[in-house]
């Protein structure tokens, strides 16, 4: 079974950056892609970005284009989310996702908290 771990969340004032790790405890026939997906409370989980293992092809939400940057290192399993010029509706815990690009929902880490304070 994939494990996936976040790490980077935290509070951070509008504007502000932050930048989010997400390690996976191995690759398998199921594992082309992952990225990151964010859910806001009494909303539901929506898609933020996501980055081919294979192609290093990326895709990202409307919302995300130009402000997020979603990168890989491949040789250790990792893909990480740098956020740039957040925004209180940024806030959410966002969880890293493994398995199918563009779409990578088959494995799912435990989510990191970004509060983003007006």
């Known amino acids: 079974q994939v494990q996936l771990v976040e790490s980077g969340g935290g509070l951070v004032q509008a504007g502000g950056s932050l930048r989010l790790s997400c390690a996976a405890s191995?690759?398998?026939?199921?594992?082309?892609?992952m990225g990151w997906f964010r859910q806001a409370p009494g909303k539901e989980r929506e898609f933020v970005a996501s980055?081919?293992?294979?192609?290093?092809?990326?895709s990202y939400a409307d919302s995300a284009k130009g402000r997020f940057t979603i990168s890989s290192a491949n040789a250790k399993n990792t893909v990480y989310l740098q956020m740039n010029s957040l925004k209180p509706d940024d806030t959410a815990v966002y969880y890293c996702?493994?398995?199918?690009?563009?779409?990578?929902?088959?494995?799912w880490g435990q989510g990191t908290q970004v509060t983003v304070a007006s």
């Open positions: 980055i081919s293992l294979v192609t290093s092809s990326t």
């Open positions: 996702g493994g398995g199918y690009y563009p779409f990578p929902n088959k494995y």
């Open positions: 191995q690759r398998t026939s199921s594992m082309y892609g």
